[in-house]
């Protein structure tokens, strides 16, 4: 089933990436970014199956991350 996703908002200038999203079900946040190096990827803590890191400026979940 698919997701659906609200808009949070975006520190991106002409829209693209970095972006965040609610699930308007569950409440969780998705974060839209560009994938970090693979050095960074490597210092990852026991990361799962399919799991990755995405490089986003702090502002964009100081400005936009629910509060609640």
Known sequence: M???LRM???TSEDGKCPTLY???D???V???GR???QEDIDQMTNPL???TMVVIPRE???RFAPKE
């Open 2 to 4: 698919a997701r659906r």
């Open 8 to 10: 949070l908002g975006t």
């Open 22 to 24: 609610e699930d308007l």
């Open 26 to 28: 569950s409440g969780e």
């Open 30 to 32: 998705l974060v839209q």
């Open 35 to 37: 994938a970090a190096d």
């Open 49 to 51: 199956s399919g799991e």
């Open 60 to 62: 964009l979940l100081t």
